[in-house]
């Protein structure tokens, strides 16, 4: 029988994508999104590309009797829960709010699952987790250091709060999936990142760079670095989902393991040569200025993601520039 797998923030970035390789995998997508930083035209994006229609319910993951009625609706197989706020910028401003959102939503999915005696959970964390760390690459031994934003903490908190529910219930599974930063889009061009307002992460302040729509700010050109600009792991979002596939396919398998992965291309580009290599890739222009070090970044962070690649077998298998390439395609439509 297809599995049934409900993906919380499945119109989002990394859920819309995750929701088509799920699709390609023979595992079926019931999809629930509260549109808050999205909107209808992904769902559609994904339809174009799987050719079906889908399941979706514009529900808010914050509200109990919402979740609880697709677990009466459906049998769910197994679950990953990417629906959260994931605006550093904006944690720092409005703490509460994410703290409330993020943790709220989360507290919810657990207790709908235990309801409904599902035992399989797939957890959209981040790098952020590991705040500065020491020494690069992390693995996943690598301590948590102070969360360099509320975002981060909700993540970190999110964390402790599944490992916790794992040790009560000894039948749970979950892989806590620490993205590095998630960049690209569906080849075909129907689904990307679409952020509504002003966007925070780099990519999508390129593309809109790259149309004429703004200058460009580097933040920081002083860091020990090569070039003297922040280095980051950047990771294809098609990768990365196909990645919570091999997360569940494992999940599937287990009873009662709660582990992180992370999941990364093991290797770091700064943001110049970011810049410089969309600009050679799409033969597009980025107009761009220094600014000062935005306030919470780290200087430079990269996994190492050999864990993922032995216990889910999984390992990327597109480059940055497939990324910049496939991200632009996205974004000039
Ligand atoms: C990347 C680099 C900026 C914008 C955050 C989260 C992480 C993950 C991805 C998920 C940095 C520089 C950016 C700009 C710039 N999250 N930059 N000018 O901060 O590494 O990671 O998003 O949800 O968990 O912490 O990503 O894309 O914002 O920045 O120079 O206008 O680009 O300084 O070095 P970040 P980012």
Not at 75 to 101: C, D, R, T, W
Not at 179 to 184: A, D, E, K, S
Not at 312 to 320: F, I, N, P, V
Request: hydrophobic share 40%; net charge negative.
């Amino acid at each position: 029988m297809e599995k049934n797998i409900l993906i919380t923030g499945g119109a989002g970035f990394i859920g819309s994508h995750t929701a088509v390789a799920l699709h390609q995998a023979g595992l079926k997508p019931i999809i629930v999104d509260n549109l808050s930083n999205t909107s209808m035209e992904m769902v559609h994006g994904i339809e174009n590309i799987i050719q079906e229609k889908l399941v979706f319910h514009p529900y808010d993951c914050c509200n109990k009797e919402q979740v609880k009625s697709i677990f009466e609706q459906y049998p769910i197989h197994g679950v990953i829960h990417f629906a959260a706020f994931k605006s550093v910028a904006e944690s720092v401003l409005e703490p509460q709010k994410y703290m409330k959102n993020n943790m709220g939503s989360l507290e919810v999915m657990l207790e709908c699952m235990k309801d409904a005696g599902v035992n399989n959970l797939v957890f959209s964390s981040s790098a952020t987790v590991y705040g500065e760390p020491d020494d690069n690459p992390v693995t996943e031994d690598t301590p948590f250091k102070k969360a360099a934003s509320p975002y981060g903490e909700t993540k970190q908190l999110g964390e402790d709060c599944i490992q916790s529910y794992c040790t009560e219930n000894i039948h749970f599974n979950a892989a806590l999936l620490r993205y590095f930063n998630p960049i690209g889009a569906h080849p075909s061009g129907n689904i990307g990142e679409l952020p509504l307002g002003i966007p925070n992460n780099l990519l999508p302040l390129v593309n809109q760079a790259a149309k004429g729509e703004r200058v460009l700010k580097i933040f920081g050109k002083d860091y020990n670095t090569p070039d003297g600009t922040c280095l980051r792991d950047y990771i294809h979002v098609m990768d990365l989902a196909e990645a919570h596939v091999a997360a569940l396919r494992w999940v599937f398998g287990q009873n009662g393991t709660c582990q992180a992965f992370n999941l990364g291309q093991g290797k770091v580009d700064s943001v110049l040569s970011i810049i410089q290599n969309f600009e050679s890739i799409n033969g597009v222009a980025i107009p761009y200025e220094w600014s000062e070090r935005r306030p919470g970044d780290v200087e430079q962070i990269w996994a190492n993601a050999s864990k993922a690649k032995n216990i889910l077998g999984w390992e990327t298998k597109r480059s940055t520039s497939d990324a910049l390439r496939d991200s632009w395609n996205f974004a000039k439509k």
